[in-house]
């Protein structure tokens, strides 16, 4: 059991998922904007894996630039996956954040620190109790400039945690592909739900950008 829930599971072996969308609520709970593309032309997007998806959205949700946030699935083979089959193992996906935002009033490089700041990337498929492939720390990129970025930062912070004695950063660092939307319920959890459960929790090394 441990292994099937820590072990990404083949194409060939995932969940058949299916055609229809999950539905979600039009607009963002938080900031009110459309939750949806199309977005602003002047918008950027990226796409953060730090374990659950609740307390790592409402980090970004906060800061100033960001236009909206949403939680889903990514990286993975299963078409629309549910939460149930997502928690399973057997889609692939990632639960992730999918964060849109003004590049002229928040850099991708503040969204980086936030990023590194706010959870364990040593800890594989899991983040603190949450067991799973779908916890796997990540950064999906939306364009080379973002992607190149993102591996020049998990090698400063990959330097810093070496001196604090952590173990390799196993942070997966790619371009995007699909991004599913997860249930309605899911996205913007802790602002509906103010006492529920946020998993997310540092290292401790806070990272510097050169």
């Known amino acids: ?21 999950i539905k979600t609520a039009s607009h963002h709970f938080v900031l009110e904007n459309s939750l949806h593309a199309p977005f602003p032309d002047e918008m950027e997007q990226v796409q953060f894996g730090m374990g659950c998806f609740w307390g790592a959205e409402r980090k970004f949700w906060s800061l100033t630039g960001v236009y ?4 889903g699935y990514s990286a993975g083979f299963t078409p629309n996956p549910n939460y149930e089959e997502v928690c399973t193992g057997q889609t692939g996906h990632n639960e992730t954040v999918l964060v849109v935002y003004d590049p002229k009033a928040i850099s991708f490089e503040q969204l980086l620190k936030v990023f590194w700041d706010n959870h364990d990337p040593t800890q594989g498929m ?20 973002q992607l190149s970025l993102a591996q020049k930062s998990k090698a400063l912070f990959q330097e810093k945690l070496k001196h604090a004695r952590f173990a390799d950063i196993t942070t997966e660092i790619k371009l995007a592909t699909d991004f599913f939307y997860a249930e309605d319920y899911h996205q913007q959890y802790l602002a ?7 998993g997310l929790g540092g290292t401790g090394i806070c990272y510097e950008q050169r």
């Open 192 to 198: 509906k739900n103010p006492n529920g459960y946020c």
């Open 68 to 71: 909206i946030t949403a939680v």
């Open 1 to 21: 059991m441990f292994l099937k829930k820590t072990t990404l599971v083949a194409q060939d072996k995932a969940l058949k998922g299916r055609d229809q969308t």
């Open 126 to 145: 899991r983040q603190g109790n949450d067991l799973g492939t779908q916890y796997r720390s990540a950064i999906y990129a939306y364009s080379d400039a």
